[in-house]
């Protein structure tokens, strides 16, 4: 199973609210990552924890709040986000936090569709 | 910093046919490339990868080649199918760090 799991698929925010996106692997990975990806673009890193620990913040705006409540989960917190933020967010997962290790593989969710009103 | 030149950006094929999409890499301390395929409306599928100790790699239909002197590599799609469209991204990640480089993306048409 390399099934990693995103709720919701579909989310619309006003720009004062308050959302939150989340993210669940149950294959043991230490690694976790946010990536945001536009329309007809590669996705870009935003965030990475390794051992449910903070690891790299790609100079992401403060109004994208990552968090991980433990190993198998990963929330990615939202607030007064601007229009321009609507994008496709994707989560994803690795069994070592070297992603570049021997054998290790980026396993990416379905997304969520965020859409900023 | 590490950056990934992908081409082409659109490519249209006969079922059966073969496709082929290049990369190009600019950070020789790279050592690991996978390939994502995205299909419309979900997430990146890892299709194939291959590591720098390698030259070639084979999955079925799918097949990887790098060349580590000319910084590049390749995935070929052999007989090609209409399940085959999708958009492909190449990727590059070099030792220590976090963060996987990806191409621009080619979207891919095989035509019934």
């Known amino acids: 199973d390399t099934e990693v799991t995103q709720t919701p698929k579909h989310l619309v925010m006003g720009m004062t609210n308050k959302k939150s996106l989340k993210c669940e692997q149950h294959?043991?990975?230490?690694?976790m990552y946010w990536y945001k990806q536009k329309a007809k673009k590669p996705p870009e890193l935003m965030f990475v924890?390794?051992?449910?620990?903070?690891?790299i913040n790609e100079s992401v705006p403060s109004r994208f709040s990552p968090e991980c409540p433990n190993s198998s989960l990963l929330n990615l917190h939202l607030h007064a986000l601007q229009p321009e933020d609507s994008a496709l967010y994707l989560c994803a997962s690795s069994q070592s936090v070297l992603p570049w290790a021997p054998g290790n593989t980026i396993y990416f969710g379905e997304g969520s569709w965020l859409t900023v009103v | 910093g590490e950056n990934v030149e992908q081409h082409p950006s659109t490519l249209s094929v006969q079922e059966g046919d073969s496709a082929v999409i290049k990369c190009t890499y600019s950070?020789?301390?790279?050592?690991?490339f996978p390939w994502y395929k995205q299909e419309l409306g979900k997430g990146p599928q890892l299709i194939i990868d291959i590591r720098s100790n390698v030259g070639e790699k084979k999955d079925q239909r799918i097949a990887v080649t790098l060349n580590k002197t000319a910084k590049h590599f390749s995935l070929h799609i052999t007989e090609t199918q209409p399940e085959d469209s999708a958009v492909y991204f190449c990727a590059a990640i070099r030792d220590s760090s976090y963060k996987l480089i990806f191409g621009s993306g080619t979207r891919l048409l095989v035509r019934p």
């Open positions: 924890y390794s051992y449910e620990k903070l690891s």
């Open positions: 294959m043991g990975h230490r690694a």
């Open positions: 950070d020789s301390a790279s050592n690991y």
